[in-house]
Antibody
Framework: EVQLVQSGGGLVQPGGSLRLSCAASGFTFRSYWMHWVRQAPGKGLVWVSR????????TYADSVKGRFTISRDNAKNTLYLQMNSLRAEDTAIYYCARGVGGASRDWGQGTLVTVSS | DIQMTQSPSSLSASVGDRVTITCQASQDITNYLNWYQQKPGKAPKLLIY???TLETGVPSRFSGSGSGTDFTFTISSLQPEDIATYYCQQYNTVLWTFGQGTKVEIK
């Protein structure tokens, strides 16, 4: 069974940093692209970032480019999202997702990030 | 970036009704379109990929069609468990984009 277990969310002040983790099991992690998608409270889904299977290629939404860094450790079967210079508008539930073709078939449980003073 | 315009933003229908949601892309995305269902407090679930292919295990009352810029998602006979928000998502480019979502309620 595919599982994506997320950790690392919480309350952070504007300008602060946070790192999200997504531990994968039940599939060959190093073979798949991975994505981060977020959802502000009461709002729709917004794609944030993606990383290819070996970590050599990354892409970001314009809204987070230069502030967020996606990475992965294939030895630990774990995906990361380092978030710096956080803003109030980054407040959201963040989901990791496994990419299969152009879709996300498997999703983590989501982790809430709240940026507030 | 490719913009996805989804409509309506919400709808209310009776059990057994046919429900249709549309999604329009700002440029040609061939058939690189997925549909997801999200229930409150839960992660999204993939229902349809490649515009019209039903994901394994998804009931056949769900279907999708379209190509180019105009796409349609249909629930042939609405069931109480279908209450959710539905999103389209394009993957024609590496920068994925989602539609704004359609909230489906029971009348």
């Amino acid at each position: 069974e595919v599982q994506l277990v997320q950790s690392g969310g919480g309350l952070v002040q504007p300008g602060g940093s946070l790192r999200l983790s997504c531990a994968a099991s039940g599939f060959t992690f190093r073979s798949y692209w991975m994505h981060w998608v977020r959802q502000a409270p009461g709002k729709g889904l917004v794609w944030v970032s993606r990383i290819n299977n070996d970590g050599g290629s990354t892409t970001y939404a314009d809204s987070v480019k230069g502030r967020f860094t996606i990475s992965r450790d294939n030895a630990k079967n774990t995906l990361y999202l380092q978030m710096n210079s956080l803003r109030a508008e980054d407040t959201a539930i963040y989901y990791c997702a496994r990419g299969v073709g152009g879709a996300s078939r498997d999703w983590g449980q989501g982790t809430l990030v709240t940026v507030s003073s | 970036d490719i913009q996805m315009t989804q409509s309506p933003s919400s709808l209310s229908a009776s059990v057994g009704d046919r429900v249709t949601i549309t999604c329009q892309a700002s440029q040609d995305i061939t058939n690189y379109l997925n549909w997801y269902q999200q229930k409150p407090g839960k992660a999204p679930k993939l229902l349809i990929y490649g515009a019209s292919t039903l994901e394994t295990g998804v009931p056949s009352r769900f279907s999708g069609s379209g190509s180019g810029t105009d796409f349609t998602f249909t629930i042939s006979s609405l069931q109480p468990e279908d209450i959710a928000t539905y999103y389209c998502q394009q993957y024609n480019t590496v920068l994925w984009t989602f539609g704004q979502g359609t909230k489906v309620e029971i009348k």
